[in-house]
């Protein structure tokens, strides 16, 4: 439970944050998103509260109890394994180096310094012993939690990046529109814009999947080149695409989807004649409760555009509503 509960607030933590102006601080590539939420992984209260437990339980015990615990001292030395293993799965090499220094802290003065003081004969043996378990066990860990990490970020980046476009995924939209919607409601607003091919499944019946597929690549191509590294586009499904516009005004994005529009109509497909594309455009307004309003709002306006006869771009207008 611990560690589901960690990778979520990882992924969330990882998306809020923001640079000096308020837009995002990371990168919006697909792999860009995948090591954000594995390297700021942070470890959960839980983990923490359990981790502070162990370390002082090993380091009171020997002190509050010298002569009940003298038979046990190395089983209770052993407990700071605990925070060893919490910390190193969250944090790699950092972690667990972090709790083999304060470990050795604490041991150190418990059985150096302290214990002489109250007359207590150091138990160099222990000591030694405690040493090498622990610096052993630290080595095994972060070797492991590192190969940990590496198979999670493999993971995030498949789940981020559609295989076709290789643009991010719409998990990945999702993921990114839900914290920029929270952004929006601290005072950051956001547009999106959506896209559809027109006539998209007619080229596909006519010509097959495999150029089909190749004119898919070709208007990510478009989307990628004629976008800032702050946005992210991705594939939103089918032949749908989103774009996410941080501080952009429902003005600005349009003018950023006319360009898009145009750069689509000067694709020269393989095969057959190149297909258009439509646009609609929304941006987060006061009051919303929802990130989905952004993108049904800006569904509408798509609707619009095509009932128009696509090949164009259309801003919401909530007066007219569309």
């Not at 960690?6 to 998103?33: I, K, M, N, Q």
């Not at 596909?204 to 946005?231: I, T, W």
């Not at 950023?256 to 258009?276: D, L, Q």
């Amino acid at each position: 439970m611990i560690s589901l509960l960690g990778e979520r607030e990882a992924a969330t933590d990882a998306a809020r944050s923001v640079g000096g102006d308020g837009r995002p601080a990371y990168g919006t590539e697909p792999h860009e998103l995948a090591r954000s939420a594995v390297e700021d992984m942070p470890p959960p209260p839980s983990a923490l509260a359990i981790s502070f437990l162990a370390l002082a339980t090993a380091t009171s015990a020997g002190l509050a109890w010298p002569e009940t615990v003298e038979i046990y001292s190395g089983f209770v030395w052993l407990l700071p394994l605990i925070p060893l293993f919490l910390l190193a799965y969250y944090r790699g090499w950092e972690g667990a180096a972090t709790v083999l220094a304060a470990t050795m802290v604490a041991l150190t003065g418990v059985e150096v310094v302290v214990e002489p003081l109250l007359g207590e004969n150091v138990d160099w043996r222990l000591y030694g012993s405690v040493s090498v378990v622990l610096g052993s066990v630290t080595l095994g860990t972060g070797w492991l939690s590192d190969s940990l990490h590496t198979l999670r970020f493999d993971a995030y980046r498949l789940a981020y990046q559609d295989s076709l476009t290789e643009l991010p995924s719409r998990r990945a939209l999702e993921f990114f529109l839900e914290r920029q919607f929270a952004e929006a409601r601290r005072g950051h607003p956001f547009s999106v814009v959506l896209f559809d091919l027109d006539d998209f499944k007619q080229y596909n019946d006519r010509y097959g999947h495999g150029p089909g597929d190749d004119f898919l690549r070709q208007v990510a191509r478009v989307l990628s080149e004629s976008s800032r590294r702050m946005n992210v586009i991705g594939r939103y499904g089918g032949e749908e695409f989103l774009a996410v516009l941080p501080g952009e005004e429902p003005r600005d994005a349009a003018a950023f989807a006319e360009r898009i529009v145009e750069g689509v109509r000067e694709i020269e497909p393989a095969v057959g004649e190149s297909c258009t594309i439509s646009a609609g455009v929304a941006g987060y307004e006061r009051g919303m409760d929802a990130c989905e309003e952004v993108v049904e709002m800006a569904d509408t306006a798509l609707y619009d555009a095509k009932e128009l006869g696509g090949d164009r771009v259309r801003v919401f207008d909530e007066q007219e509503g569309s």
